[in-house]
Antibody, heavy 122, light 110 residues
């Protein structure tokens, strides 16, 4: 069974940092592109960042470019999201998700974690 | 990065068919087949219903189907059931941004 388990959420002060982790199991982690998607309270889904299987190519939404960094450690089957200079607009549930297809991917997210809440507040 | 445009809400009666639209631009929906649809129940993670415009993952009901014409993609749900009451989101790969989601459609089953 494919499973994704996020961790690292919590309350962060404005201007502070976050580091989220997502451990995958039940599939060949290194074969699949991975993505972070967030959802602010009461709003829709927002794509945040994606990374290819080997970890050499990354993509970011304009809203987080320059502040967030997506990375992965395939030896630990773990995906990461590092974020700096957080503002209230970064308050959201952060989901990690696995692409529906290995290798090149199809920009579709077949498996999702349960989400981890990040609240930016003083 | 403007979101794809979806109707904010729709409704239908059990047994009916409904179609949710998702309008983008020549930079995303109009130029790529990498359009996906998700269903999200309150408090849950999204569930993939359709990928590559019209492909269904294993286990997804055949009542869900996808299509695309020009800059607009569509999700059709046939034989509407009570459990279909949910939020639905489209997404598309794009040339100006890797991925963009629609604003979401809240479907009510009357």
């Amino acid at each position: 069974e494919v499973q994704l388990l996020e961790s690292g959420g919590g309350v962060v002060r404005p201007g502070g940092s976050l580091r989220l982790s997502c451990e995958g199991s039940g599939f060949i982690f290194s074969a699949y592109p991975m993505t972070w998607v967030r959802q602010a309270p009461g709003t829709g889904l927002e794509w945040v960042a994606s990374i290819d299987g080997p970890g050499g190519r990354t993509f970011y939404a304009d809203s987080v470019t320059g502040r967030f960094n997506i990375s992965r450690d395939n030896s630990k089957n773990t995906l990461y999201l590092q974020g700096d200079s957080l503002t209230a607009e970064d308050t959201a549930i952060y989901f990690c998700a696995r692409d529906a297809r290995a290798a090149s991917g199809v920009a579709a997210f077949y498996a999702w974690g349960q989400g981890t809440m990040v609240s930016v507040s003083s | 990065q403007s979101a794809l445009t979806q109707p904010a809400s729709m409704s239908g009666s059990p047994g009916q068919s409904i179609t949710i639209s998702c309008t983008g631009t020549n930079y995303n929906v109009g130029s790529y087949t990498l359009v996906s649809w998700y269903q999200q129940h309150p408090g849950k993670a999204p569930k993939l219903l359709i990928y590559e415009t019209n492909r269904r993952p294993s286990g997804v009901s055949t009542r869900f189907s996808g299509s695309r014409s020009g800059n607009t993609a569509s999700l059709t749900i046939s034989g509407l059931q009570a459990d279909d009451e949910s939020d639905y989101y489209c997404s598309s790969y794009g040339s100006s941004t890797f991925l963009v989601f629609g604003g979401g459609t809240k479907l009510t089953v009357l």
